[in-house]
């Protein structure tokens, strides 16, 4: 049953045309560059993140293979530091962010029964500089420039007498440029989150996933201008002759470690907390009900978010910081598992209660739930200081945040991928190619990482690009290699699969799982303008809900079809309650421009090209001028309450 693209009694035909004459673009390369469809730059974010997945997980294999064997010489050490240092950043920032931005981008809008983002072309100038910065960092790879002191560039490695050359202004300038994306799409989301829900949708019947990425958006907030600070600091340091960091010179070291993990432990649920919201939405599909212990799952989401800013100093039990700071975050970091065990249970008992239907997506859940609990238990190691002195800097804590990484987001993530790819692309996956997929992913993951806790524990140390021929260490080692082929492998499935379905995948139906959010209940994939008539809500799974069906169908009220231009509906922060109408923007170039005057000025800095860098300043702010530049405003369509 199609709600959609059938007129009704609330919906003529004649509005139905206008709709789509006002949100529908003819394909044209000025089209394609300059759209402000919230779901094409959703797929734009699934599309780039998922390539630069890719190059990351190539070196990690590089990796492996030089690591299979002891005393191998396929890889020199000053690459291996470029490989291990790009594998981490770019997994981080370049993949994990940007994927969970991208099924953001495409879900928000439509979950919370809206027509776009709330500011359309940020959205798009969000995605160009996220393009742009992650070409920036990955250009300097051929050029054996990249960065070369690990995703978390401690100084004084990174200083400018240890470390010359380009490698940390790449990373310190890649950053910042990437920043400018993560905080712009950020502030999007909380405001799409808080003023564009349909009218009914009051706080307590917001979706989990929603919720996930509005907590997510709020710690990209407030974590990130640690890391802002840090990076500008680092590349005065290098460049301009400050002594932020230099001891010597009243500086502090220590100083970059904080302000890193200040950003860097929120940044790790700033990764899986959109993932656990993924779990939320795949689950009600899958179980037949909805989560068990809503309110106490929005609860833990918000406390997760707040407590993660209080436990950086654990990434730090190695330093010299005086015991009793220790003691603290030490708690604090064992208080921080009881909010994610209440959405470990809350799952486990939804998949309890439910009925379950063994798809590929539960697979992927069941995967998560497995391996993100082991890394867990590793986790809550750590939390003990004596333990962590003994493990810090071996492979015990690669395979950690692995099982933490891979478990908690990557796992979701796929079940995210075949869960939505019937709306995304209007056509279904193939079920026998996708259990391939996860079965080679699962016992490859396992293999890879399992063994690094034993050849961690044996004390072999991490970032080092060759070894002894040591018992315990070879052959476990090999065995990791072996896993890491057998994981690739899931992953080339998974490509596979999607391009399978892309050519040859049968049409999908709007609501193929029974799923409980408004997606759904728009067609597969959905109109240019979402929903032909913007949806009222009674509950918390208004797609299961006849009332939403009512309210979108015959007799709804004509104040929600909008069709005089592109407009969608604004409500209240709290109860949702219908405000007004207002216009949307259409397509622009300007976005793309003020990403591409961005990309010089930051290429300009990298090389030193100064008097270039001011032209690109310039240009920066004439763009922005015209961008900003006051429209002349459409007279506004006044709605009923
Ligand atoms: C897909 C399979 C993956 C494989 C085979 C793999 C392999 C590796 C290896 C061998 C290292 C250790 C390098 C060393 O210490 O010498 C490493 C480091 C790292 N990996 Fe992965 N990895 C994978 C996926 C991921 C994912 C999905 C993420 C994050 C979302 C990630 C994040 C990291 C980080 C942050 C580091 C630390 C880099 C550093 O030491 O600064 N990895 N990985
Ligand atoms: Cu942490």
Redesign the pocket.
């Known amino acids: 049953m199609s709600t959609t693209s059938t007129p009704s009694a609330g919906v003529g035909r004649e509005d139905l045309e206008r709709l789509a004459a006002h949100w529908e673009e003819r394909p044209s390369l000025r089209a394609w560059l300059s759209t402000v469809d919230h779901k094409k730059i959703g797929r734009r974010y699934l599309v780039t993140a998922g390539f630069f997945f890719v190059l990351a ?1 190539l070196s ?2 590089v ?2 293979t030089q ?1 299979g064997r002891p005393e191998s010489g396929l890889v020199a050490p000053q690459e291996y530091n470029q490989l ?2 790009m ?2 950043t770019a ?2 920032f370049l ?2 962010t940007p994927m969970l931005f991208g099924f953001g981008n495409f879900l928000v809008p439509l979950m919370i029964g809206s027509r776009d983002m709330a500011f359309p072309r940020l959205n798009a100038f969000g995605y160009w500089v996220f393009l742009f910065a992650g070409l920036f960092m990955w250009a300097s790879l051929p050029f054996g420039a990249a960065p070369n002191n ?3 560039g401690y100084v004084p490695l990174s200083d400018e007498q240890n470390n010359p050359g380009l490698h940390m202004d790449v990373y310190a300038l890649g950053l910042l440029f990437l920043g400018i994306s993560t905080t712009s799409g950020a502030i999007n989301f909380i405001v799409t989150a808080l003023k564009l829900r349909a009218p009914g949708m009051s706080l307590n019947r917001v979706p989990l996933f929603v919720w996930a990425i509005v907590a997510t958006a709020f710690m990209v907030v407030f974590a990130l201008p640690a890391l802002n600070a840090d990076n500008a600091m680092l590349f005065l340091d290098r460049r301009f002759g400050t002594h932020f960091f230099d001891p010597s010179h009243g500086g502090n070291v220590l100083l970059w470690q904080h302000l890193f993990w200040i950003f860097g432990h929120p940044d790790v649920y700033i ?1 899986v907390m959109p993932a656990l919201g993924i779990v939320s939405a795949v689950l009600p599909a899958f179980t037949r009900r909805g989560v068990v212990g809503y309110v106490l799952v929005v609860l833990a989401i918000v406390s997760i978010s707040i407590i993660s800013f209080g436990v950086w100093v654990h990434h730090m039990f190695a330093t010299g910081l005086p015991q009793l700071s220790f003691s603290f975050f030490s708690a604090a970091s064992t208080i921080i598992t009881i909010p994610s065990g209440v959405q470990i249970f809350a799952w486990l008992a939804t998949m309890l209660l439910g009925r379950l239907v063994l798809r590929v997506p539960l697979l992927f859940v069941i995967g998560f739930i497995v391996t993100f609990v082991l890394g867990g238990f590793t986790g809550a190691m750590f939390a003990v200081t004596a333990f962590d002195q003994q493990t810090t800097d071996t492979y015990f804590v ?1 395979a950690h ?2 099982y933490v ?2 478990g908690g ?2 796992f979701p993530m796929l079940a995210g991928v075949y869960y939505w790819l019937p709306k995304i692309t209007g056509r279904m996956y193939h079920e026998g190619l996708a259990r391939w997929a996860f079965w080679l992913f699962f016992t490859g993951m396992h293999v ?1 990482f399992f063994p690094m806790h034993l050849y961690g524990l044996f004390g072999m140390p ?3 690009y060759t070894y002894p021929n040591i018992a315990g260490w070879a052959g476990w080692n090999l065995v990791s290699t072996i896993g ?1 082929y057998l ?1 690739a492998l899931g992953v080339l499935l998974t490509i596979v699969g999607v391009v399978h379905t892309l050519r040859r995948g049968r049409p999908a139906p709007p609501d193929p799982w029974g799923g409980d959010t408004l997606e759904w209940s728009t067609a597969s994939p959905p109109e240019p303008y979402n929903f032909p008539v913007l949806p009222r809500v009674h509950s918390l799974h208004p797609t299961w809900d006849a009332r939403t069906a009512e309210s979108t169908g015959p007799g709804a009220s004509a104040d929600r079809v909008l069709s005089g231009g592109r407009r969608t509906l604004l409500t209240s922060e709290l109860d949702a309650r219908q405000e007004r109408a207002v216009a949307m923007p259409e397509s622009t170039l300007k976005p793309l421009a003020l990403a591409g005057a961005l990309l010089l000025g930051f290429t300009a800095l990298l090389l030193a090209w100064y008097p270039v860098a001011v032209v690109a300043a310039l240009a920066v702010a004439a763009t922005l001028a015209v961008w900003l530049w006051p429209p002349r405003l459409p007279e506004q369509e006044e709605v009923g309450p």
Do not use: C, K, N, P
């Open positions: 997980g990690a294999l990796m492996r690591l291990f240092s594998h981490g997994m981080v993949f994990a690990g995703w978390f990764i690669v945040f692995h990484l891979i987001a990557v890879t991490r970032r080092v890491s994981l």
